[in-house]
Each structure stands twice: as structure tokens, then as C-alpha cells.
């Protein structure tokens, strides 16, 4: 069983900058596709990026490339989500999972975090 951590959301003004954090309790995850979604109130879970942990391949969303960055530390069996120039519409819960292939759909992961709240104030 795999479990997923995150932490490092907060209450930030519009411009600003937060690092998510997702530790994993195991390597067995070191050839898994990490991706992190975001939901706000009354929405459907959107995905946000992914990176795998082996090659380090990354994919964003339209809506976050060139803000938003995604990275891995193996040794510490973490990912971090680095989000810069935040807007209000980055608002939302986000949550980090691990996913056998490279998808988009929050259905292909296999196991999800507990989330964390991003809020971002114009």
C-alpha cells in the first residue's frame, strides 16, 4: 500500500508563490507518473501536472505552463509542485497521486493524497 502526503498549501495574494510538497511512504512508487489535480468548490478534480520518477518527464496543463513547475527529489521520496504568478483561479484543493502510466484522468491513479488547500486572494 502506498501512502501519499501533501502539504504546503496556504493563503497567498494573487502574484504570489507556494511549494506543495507529495512524500510517498515507499519507493515501490520509483517507476510511477506522480501528478497533481486541483479542485474548487463545486467543480470537477482537474489535472494539473505530472512527472515520472524515473526519467523525470513532465506534462502541464495549458492553463499552468510557464507558472507552475514540477519536480522530484528520490532519495527523499518526494515531489514538489512549485507554483509561481498564482491567480485566483489557481484556488482549490490540491491533491498529489501516483498513476502505473502516463495519464491525465484522475481515474488511471491508483492512489491519492489527502489533499491540501491552496487559496489565492485577489
Known amino acids: 500500500q502506498v501512502q501519499l502526503v501533501e502539504s504546503g498549501g496556504g493563503l497567498v495574494q494573487a502574484g504570489g508563490s507556494l511549494r506543495l510538497s507529495c512524500a510517498a511512504s515507499?519507493?515501490?512508487?520509483?517507476?510511477?507518473?506522480i501528478g497533481w489535480f486541483r479542485q474548487a468548490p463545486g467543480k470537477e478534480r482537474e489535472f494539473v501536472a505530472r512527472?515520472?520518477?524515473?526519467?523525470?518527464?513532465?506534462y502541464y496543463t495549458n492553463a499552468v505552463k510557464g507558472r507552475f513547475t514540477i519536480s522530484r527529489d528520490n532519495a527523499k521520496n518526494t515531489v514538489y509542485l512549485q507554483m509561481n504568478s498564482l491567480k485566483p483561479e489557481d484556488t482549490g484543493v490540491y491533491y498529489c497521486?501516483?498513476?502505473?502510466?502516463?495519464?491525465?484522468?484522475?481515474?488511471?491513479?491508483?492512489?491519492w493524497g489527502q489533499g491540501t488547500q491552496v487559496t489565492v486572494s485577489s
Open positions: 497521486a501516483a498513476a502505473r502510466v502516463p495519464t491525465s484522468g484522475p481515474q488511471g491513479y491508483d492512489y
Open positions: 515507499t519507493r515501490t512508487v520509483s517507476g510511477y507518473y
Open positions: 512527472i515520472n520518477l524515473g526519467i523525470g518527464v513532465t
